[in-house]
């Protein structure tokens, strides 16, 4: 995908690495916030004193909170790409949704203090006046404003960073504002109308909102979300391309921050391969995963048994015993033990989390109606929840 807005400031050097490429540029975007931030202020605040506008020296100062931002999202950049050491052997990438937290409660704050001043002045009732140099100045803050959303918006998407996204946000917090003030002084001078107050409220609500997703984003990182399926089925197809291998489930993504996750998955082959064999297909498999997905990846083998009367009986008897008790589950890895003159089956389960037998329930039950089957099977069982 090209980005022509930020590759005109931020351009991929000539033999650097995406992980270097992307600290580099995620550094010099925020200094582009903190640069343009200053100006603002600096402008606002000159602008302010000759026109005797407390409003624009207002406007300034929360120019200069929003550097703290920009300064939270470069310091960002610099800690999530230092390298993994002794006390953080998956690396520092994570820190970076943590840094995104701290913007989000900067807007937290923004919100509060628009949402306390809009109340008291529909409560003052008071017309709020501003010249004209201070509407003009608001109306090229928008602008400005305007521009840097959709340079932190595209940089975000770019890089995939969920501080670039909440500095975005912050941006259009900020345009919103401004221009909720320039329409409630147009309402003013063309109807009388005072909504100034009214309006404040509704951009405080949205800047509220704001702050929610970012945090949701962040803390859905943190505490680990599901891959999606369009890369799982991605991931078993690579995984299914090599001979001898039949099945895989179990397929688990880990996401330690951007460009850094690993994967886990199990690989069924059929048991007539010995553990040498079985030991080159799943070295065949990481190496795959890792040329494909760039993540790190460890495979677990599970020999199965097929293609006899035997597993043939086994598999229906299951099946039947799951589709009377859980439609929506599946069942993998399925193996036959013989000991004692009798098969023992040792086999997974996996159960949707909305499911609402226990674990204990779901083994139990299976337990008890595959000892009533003619054959008469004892089993071993896992309940995994997906």
Known sequence: MKYPLSDSIIRK??????????????????????????????????????????????????????ILSYVISYISFRVSARPADREHPYGHARFEYIASLFVSFI???????????????????????????????LAVSVLIKLWMFVFY????????????????????????STSIILISIAFSALFGLNTDGWMGLIVAAFILYSAYTIIREAMDRILGSPESSTEKEAIAAAAMSFD??????????????????????????????????????????????????????????????????????????????????????????LRLVR??????????????????????????????RLRDHPEKYEAVITVDRQ
């Open 339 to 368: 000991s004692n003159g009798g098969i023992k089956l040792m086999f997974d389960v996996a159960v949707p989390y909305e499911a609402k037998m226990s674990d204990a329930e779901i083994k139990d039950e299976f337990i008890k």
């Open 13 to 66: 050097r000539a033999g650097e690495t995406d992980a270097s490429f992307r600290e580099r540029g995620g550094r010099t975007a925020s200094v582009v916030g903190m640069l343009a931030n200053l100006l603002l202020s600096c402008a606002k605040i000159a602008a302010g004193i000759i026109a005797g506008s407390i409003a624009i020296v207002g406007d300034a100062v929360n120019n200069i909170s929003d």
């Open 244 to 333: 001898g291998v039949k099945g895989v489930h179990d397929i688990l993504v880990h996401n330690y921050g951007t460009g850094v996750r690993f994967c886990t998955l199990h690989a069924e082959v059929e048991n007539v391969y010995d553990i040498r064999t079985g030991h080159e297909i799943a070295d065949a498999i990481e190496r795959e995963i890792h040329s494909r997905f760039g993540m790190e990846c460890t495979v677990h083998i599970d020999p199965i048994e097929q293609d006899t009367a035997e597993y043939e009986i086994a598999v229906a008897a299951v099946d039947e015993v799951r589709s009377g008790m859980l439609a929506d589950a599946t069942v993998h890895d």
């Open 107 to 137: 807007l937290i704050m923004v919100a509060y203090r628009l949402g306390a001043s809009s109340v008291a002045l529909i409560g003052s009732g008071e017309r709020v006046v501003y010249p004209v140099v201070a509407i003009a100045f």
């Open 153 to 176: 918006r595209r940089i975000s998407k770019r890089f995939d960073s969920t501080v670039l996204r909440a500095s975005a946000a912050d941006c259009i917090a900020d345009v919103l």
